[in-house]
């Protein structure tokens, strides 16, 4: 599943602010909502039920932030990069910079998975971290995120 499947220019934030999880949240809430029709608030509760499970900072300062939602009609996207990295509750205790929030219909099943498979993926090809901390337009850290989507000749 390419992230170019579920991660549109427009849900790129190169620079977001925030000064702790909860912010950085209702952040990615905020702008979910007004590219899917939303409910920010429910975006942002569904969000937070899933960090009451545990955190989705999955180290070295990446977290995937994702939930469920009646409603939405595909899987949906939306990258940022924080201006100055944030605690997360990471499992590896370092701070957050980089935030890929992900939100499915709620009987997505597999392809739930398989969208978050496909981000860990993405995040953990040798060089993309660093381009994406390098990284300060839209358009070049969309570029950057989706240049591996293409599928690879065997």
């Known amino acids: 599943m390419p992230l170019l499947d579920f991660l549109d220019p427009q849900a790129v934030l190169p620079a977001l602010r925030a000064t702790g999880k909860k912010q950085a949240l209702q952040e990615l809430s905020a702008h979910a909502a007004r590219l899917t029709g939303l409910d920010q608030d429910l975006v942002f509760e569904t969000l937070l039920q899933r960090e009451r499970l545990g955190s989705t900072g999955i180290g070295e300062g990446i977290a995937i932030p994702h939930g469920k939602l009646p409603g939405l009609t595909r899987i949906f996207g939306l990258a940022a990069r924080l201006e100055k990295p944030i605690d997360f509750e990471a499992l590896d205790g370092q701070p957050v910079d980089i935030l890929f929030l992900l939100l499915a219909p709620e009987g997505a099943g597999a392809d739930h998975l398989k969208a978050l498979a496909r981000v ?3 995040l953990r090809e040798p060089g993309i971290v660093e381009r994406v901390r390098a990284t300060r337009e839209r358009e070049a850290l ?5 240049e591996l989507s293409a599928p690879r000749a065997a």
């Open 120 to 122: 860990a993926r993405v």
């Open 142 to 146: 969309y570029s950057v995120l989706t």
